[in-house]
Nanobody, 119 residues
Framework: QVQLVESGGGLVQTGDSLRLSCRASGGTFSSMDMGWFRQAPGKEREFVGNILWSGGSTSYADSVKGRFTMSRDNAKNTVYLQMTSLKPEDTAVYYC????????????WGQGTQVTVSS
């Protein structure tokens, strides 16, 4: 059973940067695609970005493209989400998710970490 634990959330101001981390255990991290999702109050959960198991390919939602960057360290079983130029609309609970490579559905989810951006 894969377990994911996010960390790094907090309260920041508009324009600040923040780095989220997600550490995986219980699975073969290097064989998993990793994703970040977020859910703001009263809204549905939305895709933020993902990084494939090989680490060579990333994709992002248009709303964060150019501001957020994902990376992974397979030696540490950890994926990162570097967020820059944060805006109040980035306020949400951020979730880390994992799926086996060559599959479509994210099967494993973390508990989430709160990011609040004040104006």
């Amino acid at each position: 059973q894969v377990q994911l634990v996010e960390s790094g959330g907090g309260l920041v101001q508009t324009g600040d940067s923040l780095r989220l981390s997600c550490r995986a255990s219980g699975g073969t991290f290097s064989s998993m695609d990793m994703g970040w999702f977020r859910q703001a109050p009263g809204k549905e959960r939305e895709f933020v970005g993902n990084i494939l198991w090989s680490g060579g390919s990333t994709s992002y939602a248009d709303s964060v493209k150019g501001r957020f960057t994902m990376s992974r360290d397979n030696a540490k079983n950890t994926v990162y989400l570097q967020m820059t130029s944060l805006k109040p609309e980035d306020t949400a609970v951020y979730y880390c998710a994992a799926r086996a490579r060559l599959t479509a559905a994210y099967r494993y989810w973390g508990q989430g970490t709160q990011v609040t951006v004040s104006s």
